[in-house]
């Protein structure tokens, strides 16, 4: 595709209910983040993935946020027994993740804002 | 750890003005460096990145940045502001270029006719 789709782009659920969130990166790109962006705050690293492989997890606040990305492609975050604080704006990026010659730029989602109510 | 810092949530500057946003970073290892911009309900856009090849980067939209060593520094500039500037501005550091970016906590900038 183009660029990073999300979706959905908005969610509302109750505390207690569990959600799933998508991430179709940009066609070939190797590299895949999960961030999580608060009101008011800059972005925060939940996860990264390298192909399937999620090799950064360091990011994640609680063992109810779990990523996947089984194909190497679609990655999909979920957050089950959502709290309020859970509440935020959850950015996927991805990169082509090339090791030699320099930053590789990470292209960003419109991301999904979550809101628990 | 690496940071950065970024002086002022919000900068507010008449249409024309210099644009100036602050930014300083902490690390352990000579850092790459990026500025991000933010449009209400979109994604992050990268206006320019800092490589170590050159210490005054050139960005997209009319900005540019200079890497102080000394200063530990980063600071954002335009010499012009436009109202389509108007946007939230995030400065980031990251340890070795292709792993997580760790972000300030962003600049408003207001641009005012």
């Known amino acids: 595709g183009a660029g990073v789709s999300q979706s959905p782009r908005y969610k509302v659920a109750k505390r207690g209910q569990d959600v799933a969130l998508r991430c179709d990166p940009i066609?070939?790109?190797?590299?895949l983040f999960w961030y999580q962006q608060a009101l008011g705050q800059g972005p925060e690293f939940l996860t990264y993935?390298?192909?399937?492989?999620?090799?950064?997890k360091s990011g994640l606040p609680s063992d109810r946020f779990f990523a996947e990305r089984p194909e190497g492609s679609v990655s999909t975050l979920k957050i089950q027994r959502t709290q309020q604080e859970d509440s935020a704006v959850y950015l996927c990026?991805?990169?082509?993740?090339?090791?030699?010659?320099?930053?590789?730029?990470?292209?960003f989602g419109p991301g999904t804002r979550l809101t628990v109510t | 750890a690496q940071s950065v810092t970024q002086l002022g949530s919000h900068v507010s500057v008449s249409e024309g003005a210099l644009v100036l946003l602050r930014c300083n970073y902490s690390s352990s290892v000579p850092p790459y460096l990026f500025w991000y911009v933010q449009y209400p309900n979109q994604g992050l856009q990268l206006l320019l990145k800092y490589t170590s090849a050159a210490t005054l980067v050139k960005g997209i939209n009319g900005f540019e940045a200079e890497f102080k060593k000394s200063e530990t520094s980063f600071h954002l500039t335009k010499p012009s502001a436009h109202m389509s500037d108007a946007a939230e501005y995030f400065c980031a550091v990251s340890k070795t270029g292709f792993q997580k970016l760790v972000f300030g906590t962003g600049t408003r900038l207001l641009v005012s006719p």
């Open positions: 993935f390298q192909n399937e492989a999620q090799l950064d």
């Open positions: 990026a991805s990169s082509l993740a090339v090791v030699t010659g320099g930053p590789t730029e990470q292209y």
């Open positions: 066609s070939g790109h190797v590299s």
